[in-house]
């Protein structure tokens, strides 16, 4: 539990039946605007029509009035009864509140919301207690902490998953959803972030205290579209484009790209994905493959959120490829001791894993160390940036 | 419910890109009359394949925040929204008089209003005039001062060369400035040789381009002359064979642009209620004049 702030500390129960070793239901109050709410469904439907919460329903009657039905027996109620009654029930209606009012219809945010305290599996007390405890979630690096105030309305606290535990006063501190797009232009480095899912996203800030809507605005504004296409694959309706579709469908200066397929495999896609597809590269979940027969050799990683098709990153890099993998093989020879050809190795692994950075200037004992790499530069390149003297294209060419 | 959808080309290597983007859709999200105003993009995300699914309304009208008529608009957008059954005769156009076609989405399986790009409304004409009161700090600059609009030339899309004359044309039939040239990048006349193509001492040059890029900080500064390097920037104005050069940069970081992307949605029957007014009146304020 990272920030109580909103949160009750549980301790009183409702009368929902709930045994001693489950945990503690809080008290909530019911709001005006929730029960005003309730009032207005029941005017929206016939006498007799019922509005359905957890454990029991409320009707209009036939001859005014209400009737508030469970299991066991049907009530009649004047409205003051009634508020007495939902006041009683405040969980169940306030719970009715937080999603059809509040978060609203729409598919992804709805599904996402009700994801994150299992709405569609747990009770309302059981949610209740946890949320007065406080439920996390992850999504990409971030780390979602969903409460419950005292009026049984949803707070959630979003950050960087590397703050956990950091105390809200020494993060930098937001409300506005769209302020998200200012914190992930950069990465930590101040380096711009041309793709929003790479595990790049730098720390420092909180959202400390969002209502379910702007909850579902600043998810979508750190990982643009990874809730309606996690809604649209948990629905069954996630619409993959394969590889070979995605590149057929290019134009203008991204169509040489089709003619990387040359119907030999696909041993170049498996590369393309293991070069920016990996989990270490992008939290997505690559679900599309070679083609609807034909799936790549590398995995598509563990990722919450789908992917559904190249990204316009790998599309421009494929494209980039296409002209490098269409020159031929050739031999060179060079002369190189054991140490400098693992020397070469440890300087691509460097550059591939994005840890130049953290190589110590004085550690030499590292191939992609800066004064290591200079000594090799100074002894094995010639004048003309060659590697061992050998020109790049032969005097012939 | 009514939706924006506000489309633009974004980078994979500038930030400054999106920025114009983003602003506009703030300026039009305070103004109100949208219950939800998105953005997407080709080289960003959400891209252009997966913004409409983002989207919650059911009257949405997608506007290009381009400055011509072209390859994105007619080709890459409309392919990658899914709009079914587009074809580029729905807008009947002769290159500026896009202005909107509604087509089903099979992303969303919903009608969109598909609008003309930006850079060809009439009220872009305004922006650029504005842009120029920007750059001079003054609300009413015109007299003594010529303006000079610069864009693509044809070599790149035909229609480029078209916007810029449109909106050259409408500027210099207000008799506002002394003098307002059309120039080019890629063919005559050449925004190079700005300073012949002018008597006043006074030019105000402005690129017809949507964001702040390479093309606007660094090609045009250059090959006008205003520094050897862009690395090393300019003043405003610059003095260039002895006339003063008054550089805008990008016109789609003006703010008033958020005034065209309201007219497009309009023109395709958005109900705006009273945010073309208040757009245009934050907008003011926020140049300062």
């Known amino acids: 539990m990272v920030d109580a702030s909103s949160a009750t500390d549980g301790g009183e129960r409702d009368d929902a039946g709930a045994s001693d070793d489950e945990p503690a239901v809080p008290a909530v109050d019911l709001p005006g605007d929730a029960f005003d709410a309730v009032l207005d469904a029941l005017a929206d439907r016939d006498p007799g029509e019922p509005l359905r919460f957890e454990g029991f329903s409320v009707a209009r009657g036939d001859e005014g009035g209400y009737v508030l039905a469970d299991s066991d027996r049907s009530t009649r109620l004047g409205e003051g009864e009634l508020h007495e009654a939902l006041s009683e029930r405040a969980p169940a209606v306030t719970d009715w509140y937080a999603f059809e009012r509040v978060v609203g219809e729409f598919g992804p945010r709805r599904a996402f919301v009700r994801w994150i305290e299992d709405a569609d599996g747990e009770t309302v007390a059981t949610r209740y207690a946890a949320l007065a405890e406080g439920i996390e979630r992850a ?138 597809c990996d989990d270490s590269q992008c939290l997505k979940r690559r679900e599309w493959e070679y083609d609807d027969e034909t799936d790549l050799d590398v995995d598509g990683g563990d990722g919450v959120f789908p992917c559904r098709e190249p990204c316009s990153v790998v599309v421009s ?61 100074a002894k094995r390149f010639d004048d003309e940036g060659n590697l061992g003297g050998v020109p790049t294209e032969s005097d012939d060419e | 419910m009514q939706s924006l959808v506000i489309v633009a080309h974004g980078s994979h290597l500038n930030p400054e890109s999106s920025a114009p983007t983003y602003d506009h859709a703030d300026t039009i999200r305070a103004a109100g009359a949208f219950d939800e105003v998105r953005t997407g993009f080709w080289k960003e995300e959400p891209h252009f394949r997966e913004v409409l699914r983002t989207v919650e309304g059911d009257e949405v009208y997608v506007v290009p925040l381009f400055v011509s008529e072209g390859y994105f608009t007619e080709q890459v957008i409309p392919r990658e929204l899914r709009l079914d059954g587009w074809d580029v005769s729905e807008w009947g156009s002769d290159g500026l008089s896009a202005d909107q076609a509604t087509l089903v989405a099979e992303d969303i399986d919903r009608e969109v209003h598909y609008c003309g790009p930006v850079g060809t409304h009439r009220a872009m004409t305004d922006v650029i005039v504005r842009r120029a009161e920007s750059v001079t700090d003054d609300p009413d600059v015109g007299e003594g001062f010529g303006l000079a609009v610069v864009g693509h030339g044809t070599e790149r899309n035909e229609n480029s060369a078209k916007a810029i004359e449109y909106h050259a044309d409408r500027i210099a039939e207000r008799d506002r400035f002394d003098e307002v040239q059309a120039l080019y990048m890629d ?103």
């Open chain 1, 139 to 276: 999504w990409g690096e971030l780390k979602i902490t969903a409460t419950v105030t005292d009026r049984g309305e949803r707070r959630y606290d979003v950050r960087h998953a590397d703050d956990a535990g950091v105390a809200v006063d020494e993060l930098e501190v937001h409300d506005d959803p769209l302020d998200a797009r200012d914190l992930v232009t950069y990465d930590e480095k101040g380096r711009y972030r041309p793709l929003k899912t790479a595990p790049s996203l730098a720390g420092g800030w909180a959202f400390p205290d969002l209502g379910p809507r702007d909850l579902y605005e600043t998810v979508e504004t750190v990982y643009p579209a990874t809730v309606a296409n996690w809604h649209r694959e948990r629905e069954g309706e996630l619409d993959v484009n394969h590889w070979r579709e995605t590149m057929e469908r290019q134009s203008g200066i991204y169509g040489v790209v089709k003619t990387w397929d040359r119907g030999e495999g696909h041993e170049h896609v498996d590369w393309v994905a293991e070069a920016c």
């Open chain 2, 187 to 289: 063919e005559e006349p050449e925004v190079d040789d700005l300073p012949d193509h002018f008597e006043s001492d006074d030019v105000v040059l402005v690129p017809l381009f949507i964001a702040d890029g390479y093309h606007t900080q660094e090609d045009i500064p250059e090959d006008v002359g205003l520094c050897e390097d862009h690395t090393e920037g300019y003043d405003v104005p610059t003095e260039v064979d002895g006339t003063r050069i008054w550089y805008a940069g990008a016109v789609g970081t003006e703010p008033l642009m958020a005034d065209v992307v309201l007219e497009r949605a309009a023109d395709a029957g958005a109900d705006l209620g009273a945010a073309l007014d208040d757009v245009r009146e934050t907008t003011r304020v926020a140049t300062g004049d």
């Open chain 1, 317 to 377: 890099a494929a494209r980039k490829w296409t002209r490098l993998e269409s020159e031929q093989e050739r031999t060179y020879e060079f002369e190189l001791t054991p140490s400098e050809k693992e020397q070469v190795e440890d300087i691509v692994d460097a550059v591939a894993d994005g840890r130049v950075d953290e190589i110590r200037e004085a550690d030499t004992k590292e191939g992609a160390n800066r004064y290591r790499t200079r000594f090799l530069r």
